[in-house]
């Protein structure tokens, strides 16, 4: 603190040395940095929100700035942060009940919830566009006590940054196995001319292939519809020790590798 500085001193405690005008200006800066904000985290994307909106995000920002600052700053009058903190709740209440009148606003503040997986399969352009990695997927799922993509009917990354997930109640089709986690133990690729029995699963995006006898004989494997050339042994259970799940996964071989796997989408 300088040594001109009077402690006490009511009028630039609360007023400052600025003109009363100065007030009006605060209310125009605070809605246009809040409007700001709320814009740079509607477009930075939900990943990060972990259950918070973007508006609710900003608020806390917004709240937490207007009153640390003048908490030490003496050149920090207590009725300009005052002004401010009121024009940040107001804000948030006007935005509040726009939202419950408004489908466009909500939707622009908000966003909507993006559909990552569907009958088993996952969305390549989905996972994009909800800034996703396959991987990360797949945490999100083992995290609910998923095993294997066959298992889940929906999964919809929600407003909030969660991941709802519907599974199938009961006899679960095969799928692409999500445990164990790719970084510790990756699904083995099926060859071309490999003799397999049972359904293959692209791990490109968990799309299901039947009628791979042909191809197999033949010594090739055609590309999946999401890009990929790359298909492993579709499993009820990839936990499942032998005997427990005819489809059981064989383990990894030696100097296999993540990237070797990853396949478009």
């Not at 809040?34 to 806390?60: C, D, M, N, Y």
């Not at 107001?90 to 622009?108: A, D």
Request: some cysteine; hydrophobic content about 40%.
């Amino acid at each position: 603190m300088s040594g001109d500085v009077v402690p006490f001193d009511w009028a630039r405690l609360f007023l400052g040395d600025t003109p009363p005008l100065f007030l009006l200006e605060i209310v125009f800066r605070t809605t246009v940095i809040f409007g700001w904000l709320l814009l740079l985290l509607r477009l930075t994307g939900k990943r990060g929100l972990a259950q918070l909106s973007p508006l609710e995000l900003a608020i806390v920002i917004a709240l937490g700035s207007a009153a640390g600052d003048p908490m030490f700053y003496p050149e920090v009058p207590l009725l300009h942060a005052m002004l401010v903190l009121a024009l940040v709740v107001g804000l948030q209440h006007l935005l509040t009940k726009l939202v419950i009148r408004s489908e466009h606003v909500e939707t622009f503040i908000e966003g909507v919830p993006v559909e990552l997986v569907r009958g088993g399969v996952m969305s390549g352009e989905a996972l994009q566009r909800a800034n996703l990695s396959r991987e990360d997927l797949f945490e999100r799922l083992r995290a609910q006590g998923v095993r294997q993509l066959g298992e889940v009917q929906r999964a919809y990354f929600e407003q909030d940054g969660n991941l709802t997930v519907f599974t199938h109640p009961h006899d679960a089709p095969p799928g692409l196995p999500v445990v164990p986690p790719w970084d510790l133990e990756p699904p083995r690729p099926v060859q071309p001319g490999e003799d397999v029995q049972g359904p293959l699963a692209c791990l490109g995006c968990g799309r299901l292939r039947h009628d791979h006898g042909g191809q197999r004989s033949a010594g090739r494997l055609d590309r999946c519809a999401c890009g990929s050339d790359r298909f492993t042994r579709a499993t009820t259970d990839p936990l499942a020790g032998p005997g427990d799940d005819g489809q059981e996964q064989p383990a990894p071989e030696d100097g296999g590798s993540r990237s070797a796997l990853a396949g478009p989408g």
